[in-house]
């Protein structure tokens, strides 16, 4: 079966410094891989994903992910954080031997601090 | 493009009733997924309808059902409340119900049970 691990509940940064938010997946072949965002009550919104091809993949707002198969993880990343990038991040996993399914971690909550 | 509308934005019922969630997709788009979100369970798949027929279902009891109108707009229904079923219900929308395709997410329909 799929999973998806995020370690971090919630990550604290200040404004202008780098992020990272971490996502490990079990999965035997390569999966379909998603970064979602949700701002507080509001739906999930879409930042990046990954099906083949090269390993690191842009997104919207700046963000950036990196396929890494020998550790099974797919690392969000962006360079500088702003206030408004505030919110819960979703790594999600999904494969066409389960159907249209998206397998969610337990998300991580950034609070960006001035 | 109008994004994904979810009807009522929020409920309260009480435990024993039964409530009907709806969906409307985003124009053109043929699948429809719902989702439960809570705290302690985070985000489960709940089933997914494409063309009128549910394609998938994720591992809830019967208690929670659905259908998907020829329009592709999809209702979801939960029978017998309880307590635990407080939670926000989000749905989702793609193309063609394709694993790569993107889902577009509604807001959500915040149901609290008492």
């Known amino acids: 079966a799929q999973s998806v691990t995020q370690p971090d509940i919630h990550i604290t940064v200040s404004e202008g410094a780098s992020l990272e938010l971490r996502c490990n997946y079990s999965y035997g072949a390569t999966p379909y891989l998603f970064w979602y965002v949700q701002s507080p009550g509001q739906g999930l919104q879409l930042l990046l994903k990954y099906f083949s091809g090269d390993t690191l993949v842009q997104g919207i707002k700046g963000f950036e992910a990196e396929f890494k198969r020998s550790q099974s993880s797919f690392n969000l990343r962006k360079p500088s954080v702003h206030w408004s990038d505030a919110a819960e991040y979703f790594c999600?996993?999904?494969?066409?031997?389960?159907?249209?399914?998206?397998?969610f971690g337990a998300g991580t909550i950034l609070r960006v601090k001035s | 493009k109008a994004g994904v509308t979810q009807t009522p934005r929020y409920l309260i019922k009480t435990r024993g009733q039964q409530v009907t969630l709806s969906c409307s997709p985003i124009?053109?788009?043929?699948?429809v997924s719902w989702y439960q979100q809570t705290p302690g369970q985070g985000l489960q798949f709940l089933f997914e309808y494409f063309s009128e027929t549910q394609r998938n279902k994720g591992n809830f009891p019967g208690r929670f059902s659905g259908r998907q109108f020829s329009n592709s707009r999809s209702e979801m229904n939960v029978s017998t409340l309880e307590l635990g079923d407080s939670a926000l219900y989000l749905c989702?929308?793609?193309?063609?119900?394709?694993?790569?395709?993107?889902?577009?997410f509604g807001p959500g329909t915040r149901l609290l049970v008492l």
């Open positions: 124009s053109g788009h043929r699948s």
């Open positions: 999600a996993v999904a494969s066409p031997e389960y159907g249209n399914k998206l397998v």
């Open positions: 989702a929308s793609s193309l063609g119900g394709q694993v790569q395709e993107t889902q577009y």
